[in-house]
């Protein structure tokens, strides 16, 4: 017997996804189903792991299923499951809000296109309202397990919801939806298992649908997927259809995955992985690590956990898919899985097994792999400092821009780099900055580009953090063209002795005039062109990583730049016979303030730069 009726508003952000769902015209609408059968999917998994404490829930009906069935004369299509089922507080938090923090840039992206893109769907946990995109009325109707009574969730997706406890005869939930005059295509069952045996068929519960007689439903019930976990058979009796169905999902991503890898490892310790690198990043991915849930921890096919943590880094946090241990208790908790050693075995076959896919994809669809760095380079990078027992391997995959390379797009390996290098050469040379431009039209490379050297053109926020642990590969050092001294060959090193020499007065009179500006003024190995650049010493942070700690709140202390100079320049010469102290005094700051704007800082006095600047242009 049902109790009053209590109706609520949506938060706000879930009116704002409705109206957009229902107003938006989605390219793949059917993709509601998918979602609605991954859901009682996820129901399924949960009991069946709970049920391992308490096996009482399971005893009435111990059958894990999911069931579609439609009523033509009513208009509704309905999905059963018999899982965890949800209490009153469960559907609410999970009807009636949405636990994101990607759903700002979803509703943002939706608002933008002015259309909802399917691969949209399940990235944000809006998966269930993309149901209202077929019906006008919506109702979810669920006991949870262990408990004896029920709760109905009712909406038409216009801002409210109605709750009201209600009696239901077993545990599990049911979904039914009230479809809109034109969706008559979800009445018909064959239209269901096309769409069943395309987004679904790899569901590890039966999907089950009522058997047809002259196209009429009849009270026997037939499975219409495989029902088996697909981890689980023969890689050489899977398609690659198999896998991305599986893949889709698995990963709620509309799109196909880029590449994956299927191994069944067998002796000490026994366990199957399935891991697919996705071909592009969702919307609501970044560099934040709070919600990692991109492999599924599976104990002889019972559903344990997300244990992304734990059965991958963090570098590697793009991976989806799953792992299946016999070995491994099933009442395991994250805790054992922190300190459990076969869980540190797993771990460091899942991250060789993802390394060498991507090693693979690397070396023989270069293309495809020019798509995974896109979107998940700065990622991997940070492997570089986490993981030092495969940096080579890490540093091997990365990709840079580099003054030998065309555009702006990062496609130069380390191994295209040493392979370059000129004779004689030890030193594998880049640059950080804060843009592409900045770091290609640095002065600091101007010798380097004279004498053919290539330089690695790092632009990333990540990069100079990452320089600072790779410091050498093959057997290379990595250097830094703005960092410490540049070595020269006995002949160049001859005629720098006599530059300096020869310059002598004019460094000791910039020093004297820019004072404390400057830690130290210095005659340039590394100008050919430009009058001035600044330097740092071997291991300083760059400038540019600098401001951008300082711009997120870092204390970083004082510290005056090495100023180098090229005594030939025109400014050089007009600074050293200018007479006028004030005009001196101009063409030393402007030295000075054009070497930081080259590194892209943010002057002090940009009015009083102008006001020098129209000065020495004048004068």
Known sequence: MSTATETRRFE??????????????????????????SNASDACDKLRFESIAHPEWIADDGELRIEISVDREARTLSVSDTGIGMS??????????????????????????KKADANLIGQFGVGFYSTFVVADRVSVTSRRAGETTGVRWESDGQGEYTLADVEVARRGTTVTLHLKPDENEFLQAWTLRSLVARYSDHIAFPIRMPKEADS???????TVNSASALWTRPKADLSDEDYQGFYKTLSHDFGDALAWTHNRVEGNQNFTSLLYVPAKAPFDFGNGRDERKGLKLYIRRVFIMDASEQLLPAYLRFVRGVVDSDDLPLNVSREILQQNRQVERIRG???????????RVARDETDKYATF???????LKEGIAEDAGNRERIAKLLRFASTASEGTTPSVSLDDYVGRMQAGQDVIWYITADSHAAAKGSPQL??????????????DRIDEWMAGYLTEYAGKKLRHVAKGDIELDAADAERHKASEEAASGLVERLKDTLGERVRDVKVSKRLTDSPSCLVLDEYDMALHLRRVLKQTGHDMPDSAPVLEINPAHALLKRFEGEHDAARAEDLAL?????????????LDDPAAFVQRLNRVLLG
């Open 88 to 113: 009153r507080d469960e559907i609410v938090a999970n009807l009636g809000t949405i636990a994101s923090s990607g759903t700002r840039r979803y509703l943002e992206a939706l608002s933008a296109e």
């Open 216 to 222: 009429a439903p009849t009270d026997e019930w037939e």
């Open 446 to 459: 101007e010798a380097l580009r004279s004498r053919g050297v290539e330089v690695l053109l790092m632009s």
């Open 12 to 37: 706000a952000e879930v009116a704002q996804v409705l109206h957009l769902v229902t107003h938006s015209l989605y390219s793949h609408k059917e993709i509601f189903l998918r979602e609605l059968v």
């Open 590 to 602: 402007l030295l000075l303030e054009q070497a930081q704007v080259a590194e892209g800082a943010q």
């Open 373 to 379: 760095w896109g979107a998940f380079g700065n990622v």
């Open 349 to 359: 076959a899942c991250v060789k097994r993802v390394l060498d896919l991507l090693d």
